[in-house]
């Protein structure tokens, strides 16, 4: 009886040990497969990271950053312009200071979620199909803002708050199309190299608004200020035709 019961004891054992091992067996199988799939799967999935990588040295010498150079300085100059001039333009016919902190405030808010939107819809569509929306309002709000004059107060908040809500696209924009053109190894240099245009745009501004806003007065400086964000829509219209522009398109 003894001898009986050892042998079924040892038959147990002998069963649960191979369990056991078949189990085990199976969790290495499994773990090696999972290594293998970590090993075979790139730790940053991004397509942008493998296409196009231009140094600045090759950047300068790219269309598509002369588009996007002369696109840039088109929109930073109306957005200095405007942000720069829009109080002194108000004082003309309005004296109301209270109104016009409120109206700052409010199209400073309008202008921060801005970003966002265009950032959304650049996500949604293009960069192409979002910076020509901007530019070609910004031109329309430029073009008509000598009209705020004869409509008043609320008139003005109007206009005040559509053209920073366009000008809340230019600085959110052209940093993904830096990026998209010419890759993530050298965007800081790269985009480095692209705001500069905004240094240039400044210098133009001092100098009209020094020098030639008394002869030519407001209503003249809008109109001449809302050519160049339409010229920003003409070139980024046409920056498919360029090596790198496919990709914000």
């Known amino acids: 009886m003894k001898t009986r019961e050892n042998r079924n004891v040892a038959e147990q054992k002998c069963v649960e040990l191979e369990k056991t091992h078949s189990t085990e067996s199976i969790t290495n199988e499994e773990e090696d497969d999972d290594e293998d799939d970590d090993f075979e799967r790139p730790v940053f999935d991004n397509e942008e990271d493998t296409s196009v990588q231009l140094t600045p040295s090759e950047m300068l ?3 598509t950053f002369f588009c996007l150079f ?3 300085f088109c929109c930073s100059f109306y957005a200095n312009m405007f942000y720069n001039l829009y109080k002194t333009y ?3 016919f309005i004296e109301d200071d209270f109104f016009m902190a409120v109206a700052f405030s409010v199209a400073s808010v309008a202008n921060a979620i801005a970003r966002i ?3 959304y819809l ?4 293009s960069f192409q199909i979002a910076l020509s929306t901007a530019t070609c309002l910004a031109s329309v709000f430029l073009l008509t803002m000598p009209l705020a004059r004869l409509f008043g107060k609320l008139a003005y908040l109007f206009w005040l708050v559509g053209t920073f809500i366009c000008m809340g696209a230019t600085h959110a924009l052209f ?3 830096t990026v998209k053109c010419f890759g993530t190894k050298h965007k800081a240099n790269n985009y480095g190299y692209l705001i500069l245009s905004t240094t240039f745009s400044g210098i133009l501004l001092a100098g009209i608004s020094q020098f030639y806003l008394k002869v ?3 209503t003249y400086l809008f109109i001449i200020t809302s050519i160049f964000p339409f010229c920003a829509f003409i070139i980024i219209s046409c920056i498919q035709w360029t ?3 496919r990709l914000v398109t």
């Open 61 to 63: 010498k790219s269309p």
């Open 70 to 72: 002369a696109a840039l």
């Open 90 to 92: 108000a004082e003309s």
């Open 117 to 119: 939107g265009w950032g």
């Open 122 to 125: 650049t996500d949604r569509t």
């Open 175 to 177: 940093i993904t199309a």
């Open 216 to 218: 030519i007065g407001y």
């Open 243 to 245: 090596p790198q522009g």
